[in-house]
């Protein structure tokens, strides 16, 4: 690191903590204990930034449970733990701020900056026209922006063969032991399981029929489902890889992760799985290589499927009522029509943030939903409103316009094609896994925001932008080390120092 580098670093850091530390110090306990959170993990982020981004995904997989453990939200450390994802936000803004300036920006990150930038500046002058009150629009705008500052985080790290090999052999740990979590849980009495539970978020069923669904150390099934999925798609990027001592850990957390989203009882990963496999297979596979993966998670799928065919079932008779062209009444479907309805009455801008599908629009009860008559639905009024976030495209172009909607899928689909494009061209094993995974992570995210805001929840949007970051940032560090970076870029993509 440059001198003038640490010396910013250092005069940075000591006003950041100064003022922390005063505004604790008259705050509420809850304001204070968060205060003294955001410092030591802005310090960490610094210090030792990849222990700190272990740790960081450690705890999101487990909040929840840890704010339950102390006594809930409504306790002054329940709600400091229920809100620390925000200081984790928070501080990688910090960290960013530091290693990124106009004139550090390397020339392949610069098309996403504009993208985002163009994307957030919609939504803003949208709102600022709908006149959207401040705090509402200023969290949309932050829930908007979570996944690039995560992946902006990671971009900032020097990643080494070593970091990747730890990631994937953590991986392939962590599908079976989020099975056995889901077996162990599903089976212990229900003051065990509602330790885990999100009690601020919705309060639904989670079965289908007669049958329960696992939820493991997660807040939800959803989220369980999910997680099993993200590890499935790091077993089949070390299978696509190919590398010896893998298949047999790979074999048995794709195993696992199958096992997991069936007993779930989600369907989003129960699509997502297949669909991110075959492509991985195709994308990155040719030959007997690409068959081999591809009969290896059939075997698996259909053995397990085989084995649980009545929760099968059950999800499929539960998944009908999506369809009913008589009576279009659940609660997802009227989101749909209600997003398509507003982007096309409001073109080209939107609502602005922080007006439809989104948090903000639940804490300040958005007009738009009584105008749309859902303050009369269950699951959408005020009172409950359980599903008002069961959407995410509807949600980006309601808010910011089919134009945004557009920028943002761009985004998505660049960072797809580069990462893709990194991965093909890693010359190392390691690297290769961690960047095949990362894209197919990411395509299962975009198949899981058909009916979620996956890029705006904190452990979703952190567990999709982290790899690739650290895949781009392998990439930019490759083509330096070979000479094949302009003159003046760094090893980084972003030129931080290392």
Known sequence: MTAPTARRLRILGAVVILVALVWAAGAEPAVSLLATFTIVVTAALFLVPKVALAVIAMF??????????????????????????????GAAVVRAAIFVSGDRVGRRLRPWLWLTTAFVALGLVSGV????????????????????????????????????ERIMRAMLWLGPALFVSGVVIWMMPPDVQDMFVDHTADAESYGREQFAAMQGIFSHPTVFGWAAAVTGCYAVAA???ARRDWRTAATGSLMSSIGAILGSLRRRPLVA??????????????????????????????AAAWLVMGRLEAEYRDATIYFDPTAPTAPRLLLYAAGVDIANARFPLGAGFGRFGGYASTLD???????????????????APYYL?????????????????????AFYLLLMERAAHAAVRASDAATKAVAVAAVLVLVEGLIE?????????????????????ITLARAAAARADAGGAPAGEAASILEAPR
């Open 365 to 383: 009860y958005s007009p738009l939903y009584d105008q749309y008559g859902f303050n009369r639905v269950w699951g959408l009024s005020p009172d």
């Open 60 to 89: 999101l997989m487990v909040q929840p449970a840890l704010v339950n453990l102390v006594g809930g939200a409504d306790t002054p450390l329940g709600l400091a733990l229920h809100r620390l994802h925000q200081a984790f936000v």
């Open 273 to 302: 799985l297949p669909a991110v496999t075959l492509y991985g297979a195709i994308r990155f596979a040719r030959g007997r290589p690409r068959w081999r993966v591809l009969a290896v998670f059939a075997v698996i799928a259909v």
């Open 449 to 469: 925001s058909l009916a979620g805001p996956v890029f705006e929840v904190a452990l979703f949007s952190y567990a999709i932008a982290v790899p690739l970051g």
């Open 129 to 164: 026209k709908e006149n959207v009150p401040l705090t509402t629009l200023g969290l949309g705008a932050f829930l908007a922006v979570k996944f690039p500052i995560f992946l902006l985080l990671a971009l900032t790290i020097s990643w080494d063969e070593r970091d990747c």
């Open 239 to 241: 299978l696509l890889v």
């Open 389 to 409: 976030q069961d959407t995410y495209w509807p949600h980006i172009a309601a808010e910011t316009g089919w134009i945004g909607a557009v920028l943002l899928l």
